[in-house]
């Protein structure tokens, strides 16, 4: 068994930033890749970044690409998003996932938290 906990959410103003973590326990995650998800309200949950947890590649949706920045802490087994310049199109509950599969699919990823919430404010 793997276990997600995400944590770091909160209200912050426009233009403001957050640092997300997600702590995971349970196993090695040398294999995998780790996401970040959101979801707003009424919408469904979208892909915003992914990172390779031993490689270090990334990738990230259009949206965040020049704001949002995905690290991992192998030692840590914790991995972490850096969001800047948040505006309100950001709000949303965060999750964090990992799997085995290079994807941005959400039913692709294994294992997930529950999520934490940030709030932009304008």
């Known amino acids: 068994q793997v276990q997600l906990v995400e944590s770091g959410g909160g209200l912050v103003q426009a233009g403001g930033s957050l640092r997300l973590s997600c702590a995971a326990s349970g196993r090695t995650f040398s294999n995998y890749y780790m996401g970040w998800f959101r979801q707003a309200p009424g919408k469904e949950r979208e892909f915003v970044a992914r990172?390779?947890?031993?490689?270090?590649?990334?990738y990230y949706t259009a949206s965040v690409k020049s704001r949002f920045t995905i690290s991992s802490d192998i030692a840590k087994n914790t991995e972490y998003l850096q969001m800047n310049s948040l505006n309100p199109e950001d709000t949303a509950l965060y999750y964090c996932?990992?799997?085995?599969?290079?994807?941005?699919?959400?039913?692709?990823?294994?294992?997930w938290g529950q999520g934490t919430q940030v709030t932009v404010s304008s």
């Open positions: 996932a990992a799997t085995y599969r290079l994807t941005t699919t959400p039913d692709l990823y294994n294992y």
């Open positions: 990172i390779s947890w031993a490689g270090g590649s990334t």
